[in-house]
C-alpha cells in the first residue's frame, strides 16, 4: 500500500500577511520557517510510519512547531487585547483548536499510527496561512 504525496509549496512572506504589529509580523515569519523546516523534512517522504527515525524527526519539529505556535498566540493575543480587538474571544478558539489539531497529529506519530505526513502538513500549512491573511488583518486592522 502506497501512499501519495502531497505536492506542498514553501510559504514565503510578502506583505499581505504584515498585520502592521512588527512583533507579531517576525513571529508569523518564524511560523512561516518552521513550516518551511517541516516540508523539506517530508518533501519525497510522505509517509512518517516507515521508519523510527523519520518519526522522530518529525516528532521533534512538530513539537517544536507546536510550542512556538502557543508562545506566538500567546503574545498575539496580548497585543489584540492592548487595541481591545473585538474579536479576541474568536481569535483565543481558532488558536486553541490549532494547537489541539497539532497534539492530535502528534499523539498519532506517537502511537505509531499510519499518516500522511504531507496531508497533515497541507492542514497546517493551510489554516496557518489563512489565518493571518483573514482573522489576523481583521482583528488587527478592525480593532
Not at 507579531?24 to 518552521?34: A, G, V
Not at 510510519?49 to 518529525?58: G, I, K, L, N, P
Not at 506519530?109 to 497533515?120: D, L, P
Request: net charge negative; hydrophobic share 40%.
Amino acid at each position: 500500500m502506497g501512499a501519495q504525496s502531497v505536492q506542498l509549496d514553501y510559504l514565503t512572506w510578502n506583505e499581505q500577511y504584515s498585520v502592521g504589529v512588527p512583533l507579531i509580523d517576525d513571529q508569523h515569519k518564524e511560523l512561516f520557517d518552521r513550516v518551511n523546516t517541516l516540508i523539506a523534512l517530508i518533501r519525497n517522504r510522505p509517509t512518517y510510519y516507515d521508519t523510527t527515525t523519520s518519526r522522530e524527526e518529525m516528532l521533534e519539529l512538530l513539537a517544536a512547531f507546536r510550542s512556538y505556535a502557543d508562545f506566538h498566540f500567546s503574545a498575539e493575543e496580548q497585543e489584540m487585547e492592548k487595541i481591545e480587538c473585538k474579536d479576541l474571544d474568536t481569535q483565543k478558539e481558532l488558536h486553541a483548536d490549532y494547537v489541539r489539531d497539532i497534539d492530535l497529529f502528534i499523539g498519532d506519530i506517537k502511537k505509531g499510527e499510519e499518516i500522511i505526513a504531507s496531508e497533515v502538513l497541507a492542514m497546517l500549512i493551510d489554516w496557518l496561512s489563512n489565518h493571518v491573511l483573514e482573522d489576523d488583518q481583521k482583528a488587527f486592522k478592525h480593532a
